[in-house]
């Protein structure tokens, strides 16, 4: 393929699969054009087990967020691999926002491709930048 073309999205997911055949997996990307902080992608194993999201990183299978406005279990995320579905809980005293919508705590909402997952405040409010938010992908 020449340099300039766009790779074929069928061909990338083929390519994925092929390095990856176990089953798929949720990815949560560091959504870089909304925050400046510095954070890694999440990748959400596929094992219909709750992860955890917060400031202690000492659950099993859990993703550190290094900021004090984040609770210590901010929220869950579990793939759901028979229906194969992302779903996020919000465990935190400060907030969850899926598509600028806040959560109410407890409450478990599905996760779709290109949604956009932040923690305090919106996606949209002047303080995301400072903050942790992500796109899913998957």
Do not use: W
Request: charged share 30%; glycine share 4%; hydrophobic share 30%.
């Amino acid at each position: 393929k020449e340099p300039d073309e766009k790779l074929d999205e069928s061909f990338v997911e083929q390519k994925q699969e092929e390095i990856h055949p176990i089953a798929k997996i949720a990815i949560l990307i560091p959504e870089t054009s909304i925050t400046t902080c510095t954070l890694q992608a999440v990748d959400v194993p596929n094992d219909n087990q709750e992860h955890f999201m917060g400031r202690l990183p000492t659950y099993t299978g859990g993703f550190f967020l290094d900021d004090k406005r984040i609770s210590s279990k901010q929220c869950a995320l579990r793939y759901e691999n028979s229906s194969d579905k992302l779903y996020i809980t919000d465990h935190s005293s400060n907030g969850v926002y899926v598509n600028a919508v806040r959560l109410a705590k407890g409450s478990t909402v599905e996760l779709h491709k290109g949604d956009i997952i932040c923690f305090v405040a919106p996606h949209t409010h002047k303080l995301a930048k400072e903050l942790p938010c992500y796109r899913v992908e998957k």
